[in-house]
């Protein structure tokens, strides 16, 4: 149940039906660093689900019930209750479900992870604009030297706390939300 081969539903498309119980909805797009964050811990927690991919292009009308300005990630349960934002979805699931938190429970490295995602935040707008500009067929030779050095920021915590992950000694929240721009370093012309 849980496919992220889905065809992309776009204007004009029915909706789909309700989220049957047990199950979360993601509304979603493959290519999507934020979706992605949000598949990644539906499948690091084992929690059952469905995906609706949407064409962020030409979206279906409905879906601006789904999201206010038909962004995604969207998750939606079998009460019709809508979360979005992708860190805010992330943490949803983990308060939600039980198994291994991937948040951790003390209050300290809580902390510390997110301000590792603040330390993080300029990674994704400079990745974007890096991206528009090369398709484009703009030179982003300072955008490139700009996301670099926040890599390089990020990889000096690593080194710094002599850790193998950001969440420390195993994968956590933090690791989920940074991955998906990890992955797609070699996009960027940054794989290197």
Not at 17 to 40: K, N, Q, T
Not at 119 to 126: A, D, E, G, M, T
Request: aromatic share 12%; hydrophobic share 35%; glycine share 6%.
């Amino acid at each position: 149940m849980s496919g992220d081969a889905t065809r992309s539903l776009g204007r004009g498309s029915s909706p789909p039906g309700p989220v049957p119980d047990g199950v979360i909805r993601i509304y979603s797009m493959r290519f999507c660093p934020y979706s992605h964050r949000a598949r990644l811990v539906l499948k690091a927690k084992g929690i059952r689900h469905e995906v609706i991919n949407i064409n962020l292009k030409n979206k279906p009308e409905w879906y601006f019930t789904k999201h206010p300005f038909g962004q995604i990630p969207v998750l939606e349960n079998s009460q019709g209750q809508l979360i979005y934002e992708s860190v805010i979805a992330c943490e949803y699931l983990d308060d939600l479900y039980p198994g291994r938190k991937l948040f951790p429970y003390d209050p300290y490295e809580r902390a510390r992870q997110k301000m590792l995602l603040e330390l993080f935040c300029k990674i994704p707008h400079l990745s974007k604009e890096c991206l528009v500009a090369m398709r484009s067929g703009r030179q982003c030779m300072d955008l490139k030297t700009a996301l670099r050095q926040e890599f390089r920021n990020l990889e000096q915590v690593l080194e710094y706390q002599n850790i193998t992950f950001f969440g420390g000694d195993r994968i956590s929240m933090i690791d989920y939300l940074f991955w998906p721009w990890f992955e797609r370093l070699d996009v960027y012309g940054l794989a290197e």
